[in-house]
C-alpha cells in the first residue's frame, strides 16, 4: 500500500535537482564488495543480494506469529516526522507482535496519543544498556528467515538491530561509528546521506544534525545547511544499503517497512567505546580529543576578547594543516558531484551492467 509520502517525495526530488543519486550495484558478491565498492567509502547501494527467506516470509501476521509478544521499547510520536530537539515522540513498551499491528495500521483503535500516531522500533539488546541488538538472540522464531550477508569477516560484528516503521515516518539525520549494512526487507524508504565532510554544513548537536525539515529547510536559520550535497536513494524490498561509518543518514519510511540493519567494526575492536551498546559513541581517541578540546576553550576563556580570537584562529590553522585529509582526488580534478560517485570510477574494476543510478 502506498502512501501520501510518495506524492511529497515526488515534489521534493523537484525541488532538489543537484542530489547525487547513490550508485546501484547488481551482482555483487562478497569480492566484488571488498575490492570495488568498499574502499570507496562511499554509500552504495547493492540489489539482488540473498538475504534469506525473509523477502517471500515476512508478512505482518507471520511476524506477529513468530516474533511472539516478547516485550519491546518503541518511539511513539504524533507526526510522523520524529523532533528530538522537542522531544515529540514517547517511548513505550508494547508486545512486539501488538506493536507490529499497530505499525502496519495507520488508524489505531488502541493509541497513546492519537489514533493516526506513528510507530518506530530500533530494536535493542537483551540488556539494552550493555548489550547491543542480535535479531539471532532477541527474535529466535525468525533468525533462519535473514541471512546476514558475509561482507565482512565474523569477528567485526557488532549488531543486528530491526528497523520498523510506519508509513510516513521520519528519523532524524545522524551518524554511527560503525560501518552499516541497511537491509530493506519490505517496504520502500527514501534515504537521504550526507558526507562526514559536510559536518561543518549540519548543525550538530552530538551525533544529530539539528535540521529536521531536510526536505525544505528553514535557510535563515541554518544558511549552511544549502551547501551540504544531499545523497539520495529509495531502497526497494531486497536491497541493501552500505552506509560507510560517519556518513550521516536521515530514513522516510515510504511505506510501513521492515528493515535489518548490521553494524560491523571497520577499526580494531580497542578503538570503539565498550560501553557502547547502540555502536554511536565516539571512538576513544575522538571522545579523549574533544574532551581536550573543551579545555583549550576552557583556557582560551581566560584571555582577552581579543586574544581569543586571535588565538582561536590559529588552533583551527593547526588543526586544518595536521589533521585534514586532502579533498578526494576526484572533486580536486574538479569533477561534478555525480561523477564523484558514478560508474566512471568503478568501471575498471565492475562492468558497467552492474552499475546504475536511480533519477
Ligand atoms: O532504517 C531506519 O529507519 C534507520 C536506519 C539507521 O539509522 C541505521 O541503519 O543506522
Known sequence: MLCAHNC?????????????????????????FLRAIYPRRSPA???????????????????????????????????????????????????FDVFVQRAAETKHSDFFISEEESYYLRSLGDDPRRDPADLRKQFPGLTEDFSIPEFFEPEQFFSCVFRISSCGLQLWTHYDVMDNLLAQVSGRKRVVLYSPRDAEHLYLSGDKSEVLDIDSPDLKQYPKFAKARRYECVLEPGDLLFIPALWFHNTLALQFGIGVNVFWRHLKAESYDKKDPYGNKDPVAAARAMQVLERALHALGELPPDYRDFYARRMVLRIQSCAYSPEPEVAAQGCSPTETLTASDTETSLPSSQISHQD
Open 8 to 32: 511529497d517525495l515526488i515534489a521534493v526530488m523537484m525541488q532538489h535537482p543537484e542530489k547525487v543519486s547513490v550508485p546501484v550495484y547488481t551482482a555483487v558478491d562478497r569480492e566484488i
Open 45 to 95: 547501494v547493492l540489489r539482488g543480494v540473498s538475504l534469506g527467506p525473509c523477502l517471500d516470509k515476512w508478512t505482518v501476521d507471520y511476524l506477529r506469529e513468530k516474533g511472539g509478544d516478547r516485550e519491546v521499547k518503541v518511539h511513539v510520536s504524533p507526526v510522523p516526522q520524529m523532533d528530538f530537539l522537542r522531544k515529540n515522540f514517547l517511548y513505550r513498551t508494547l508486545p
